[in-house]
Each structure stands twice: as C-alpha cells, then as structure tokens.
T-cell receptor
Framework: AQSVTQLDSHVSVSEGTPVLLRCNYS??????LFWYVQHPNKGLQLLLK??????LVKGINGFEAEFKKSETSFHLTKPSAHMSDAAEYFC????????????FGKGTRLHILP | EAQVTQNPRYLITVTGKKLTVTCSQN?????MSWYRQDPGLGLRQIYY???????DKGDVPEGYKVSRKEKRNFPLILESPSPNQTSLYFC?????????????FGPGTRLTVL
C-alpha cells in the first residue's frame, strides 16, 4: 500500500527567503512522485515529477525536489520565495500495480510574508 | 488545445435530487478519475477508470456512481445527494509513465447540497 505525509499543514516564509515543503511517502512498489500547486480558487497545476530518472528534479517557477529513497522523502524547495508562490501544495504518489492507486497528501498551505 | 472539461462549474441543489457532473477529455488518455477536495483533507479519490467499461472504487465511493462508456467521457452521478457531499470536485485524466500516472485536472465543480 502507498501513503503520503506532508509534514506541515502551513508554512510561512518571508519574500526572498528559501522555501522548504516536506513530503514523506511509503510504497511497496517503485513510485512516481509529483508536486502539484493550487492557487486560490484555481485548479491543480503540475509543478514537477519524479519518474525514475534524475533524483533531483527541476520544475516550473524555480521549484525543485530531491527524491531520497533512503529517507523516503520528496521535499520541495525554492531558493527565494515570491509573493506569487502563495498557494496550496500537494505531494502525490502513484504506482502501477494491480490497483493503480494515486494517493494525495493533505496539502501544505504556503504563506509569503512581505 | 489538450484539456479536461467539467460541467457545470457551480451547482446548488437540494437533498435527494439526482444530478450528474460531466467530464470530458480530448487527450486520448485511458485513465480517468474523480476526486473531491475538502478543507484539511486534501484530495480524496472517489472512483477511477483504467479504460472503457472498467471502473473501480477509490477511497470515498459511497453515494456516487460513475460510468465509462467511451474513452473521452467519465460522468459522476449522485443519485440522491446529501449535504455531506457538498464539496469541490475534480476530474482528472492520467498518462502512464514508468512507474505511475501523471494527472491532468479539470477546472473543478463546486457543489452545494442544501
């Protein structure tokens, strides 16, 4: 079975400072991992994905994430936060097996302080 | 333009009045899925379909029905809606990669059941 834990429900950072959103996962199979972003009153947009190639994955808007199998983590980072980054972020695990389950984390709301 | 469309976008209804939310995609993806999003709970999968005429229950299927008669459409049916089904609903398609599905989301349907 798969599971995803986003370790913080809310994160606040000042504009221009680094962002770290934490995600741990568990999976019985080799997973694909994703981060999606949802801006207020909007749909979900793919930020980046890990699908077994490079463990350091670069996404849109300056975000990146590192797949660490030994730590079962897929944390999302950005060197310098911008006001437009204020949104909710979801970590997702997906595997291809008999059930083809896709599991969402509960989300982390990122607040950017001026 | 590749897209997932949902209709209606907003719906207010009363308890017990059957309704259908349509979902259509033009990306030729075999995998389609329905989610509901509630504050603090993230996105929870209602039903998914790996191909035409193949549907499976997700994590919260009670009170919902789906059908997949053709690849492009995956309607969500609430036979007798109740207030606890008030939520934001997302339809998504999935593109299979090496180990999992990358998903593409519709714009969402905000449902209120009085």
């Amino acid at each position: 079975a798969q599971s995803v834990t986003q370790l913080d429900s809310h994160v606040s950072v000042s504009e221009g400072t680094p962002v770290l959103l934490r995600c741990n996962y568990s999976s019985s199979y080799s997973p694909s991992l994703f981060w999606y972003v949802q801006h207020p009153n909007k749909g979900l947009q793919l930020l980046l994905k890990y699908t077994s190639a490079a463990t350091l994955v670069k996404g849109i808007n300056g975000f990146e994430a590192e797949f660490k199998k030994s730590e079962t983590s897929f944390h999302l980072t950005k060197p310098s936060a911008h006001m437009s980054d204020a949104a909710e972020y979801f970590c997702v695990v997906s595997v291809l097996n008999r059930d083809d389950k896709i599991i969402f984390g509960k989300g982390t709301r990122l607040h950017i302080l001026p | 333009e590749a897209q997932v469309t949902q209709n209606p976008r907003y719906l207010i209804t009363v308890t017990g009045k059957k309704l259908t939310v349509t979902c259509s995609q033009n990306m030729n993806h075999e995998y389609m899925s329905w989610y509901r999003q509630d504050p603090g709970l993230g996105l929870r999968q209602i039903y998914y379909s790996m191909n035409v005429e193949v549907t499976d229950k997700g994590d919260v299927p009670e009170g919902y029905k789906v059908s997949r008669k053709e690849k492009r459409n995956f309607p969500l049916i609430l036979e007798s809606p109740s207030p606890n089904q008030t939520s934001l609903y997302f339809c998504a398609t999935g593109l299979a990669g090496d180990f999992g599905y990358e998903q593409f989301f519709g714009p969402g349907t905000r449902l209120t059941v009085l």
